[in-house]
């Protein structure tokens, strides 16, 4: 019985030190296609398995960070119990693990925030608001410190991330319905947005290459 046990725990340690060797293996390979200074920012939403979806979108797509504004403090201020709920876990297929998260107590706390250290923002909205409406393919997202502001499920983006934005991006819509549910709008938006992200930092580094070739 005991030599049993000793072999499973064995086994169960191996299994553990391979997984995380496949898991350190993938990171590495990902690494230089991860969007730097990307940030997602998510004003008050209400469902959890929206913020879960929302945050395997941005593990997958190679977004770097999600900040949470959560005005009604429903959310845990302890982030290792909010990454062990049951709704999150299983929506963000436990990628919540590998995100960072950051909680806020309101949009002019988070906007204050991202001023502070340079981001350019831009909010999203199914509908067309003020003078800096771009519909999505048609807009550059290359700025050096982005964060893309959704909208609360119920209401939409407030006034005020609005005013402080440089743009509002539109997907544009052809059904019935007016809007695309929260989540999936983030999975949409940031396939864009992280390509455009991509591509222009390969050319940036093939540039840079060419130059110190060029110097030689
Ligand atoms: C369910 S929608 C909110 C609907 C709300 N009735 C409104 O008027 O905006 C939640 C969020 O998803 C994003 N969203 C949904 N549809 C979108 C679209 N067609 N274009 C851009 N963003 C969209 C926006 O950030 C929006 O605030």
Known sequence: MEN???????????????????LRKRADKIKEFRCKNLIV???????????????????ALGAEKLYLIDSTNSLPN?????????????SSVSSVKWTFVKKFRSTEDCLAYLEKKNFTSIVTSPHVKGRSNVILHE????????????????IGISDLALERSEACINIEMFGIVESLNLATSTG??????TKQR???????????????????
């Open 78 to 90: 302890n982030w290792d119990e909010f990454k062990e709920r049951k709704s999150i876990v299983a």
């Open 198 to 216: 991509r591509e222009f930092e390969k050319r940036r580094k093939l540039k840079k290459q060419l130059k110190s070739i060029n110097k030689v």
């Open 188 to 193: 949409i938006v940031l396939y864009e947005i």
């Open 139 to 154: 807009g550059d997202y290359t700025q050096k410190k982005l964060a893309v502001w959704f909208g609360k499920e119920s």
């Open 41 to 59: 920012v998510l004003e008050d939403p209400k469902d959890p398995n929206n913020v879960g979806t929302v945050i395997r979108n941005i593990n």
């Open 4 to 22: 049993n046990q000793t072999e499973n725990l064995t086994v169960t340690e191996t299994q553990v030190s391979k997984e995380k060797s496949s």
